[in-house]
């Protein structure tokens, strides 16, 4: 084998290596509930900009 040929070789190595990290990480946070924060709702509900849900906007 070349050095070309062993450095596509690594290359495609890492890149499969990343890949399979980040479906691992997709595996693991997917399902999972969103964290529930009563003060940012709360902050959010202040703040929400209801002018903009009327109609004709």
Do not use: Q
Not at 22 to 37: A, E, F, T
């Amino acid at each position: 084998m070349t050095v070309f040929e062993i450095a596509i070789n690594v290359c495609i190595l890492l890149v499969t290596a990343a890949v399979l990290l980040y479906l691992r990480h997709l595996v693991r946070i997917s399902g999972s509930d969103p964290v529930d924060d009563p003060e940012r709702v709360k902050r959010f509900r202040e703040t929400a900009p209801y002018h903009l849900l009327e109609r004709g906007n």
